[in-house]
């Protein structure tokens, strides 16, 4: 269940940006206000995905100091 729920936010995250494309303010800065709001969710996205998956499957297996 742990992997799908980085392939469930990441299909929330692309409906989310698909939303934001068309619900974007009208004017003269349509097209910023669009590129913004879909560069902000997917940066979001690529790091929480990246911290979820770094915690997931940890490179170097976490050791016990014992004192």
Request: glycine fraction near 4%; aromatic fraction near 16%; include cysteine.
């Amino acid at each position: 269940m742990s992997g799908y729920s980085v392939l469930l936010v990441g299909f929330l995250t692309a409906l989310l940006c698909v939303v934001f494309y068309y619900f974007a303010p009208k004017g003269s800065n349509t097209n910023t206000w669009q590129m913004t709001l879909i560069l902000t969710f997917s940066c979001c996205y690529i790091l929480w995905a990246i911290t979820y998956l770094a915690q997931l499957h940890p490179l170097e297996s976490p050791t016990r100091v014992l004192e």
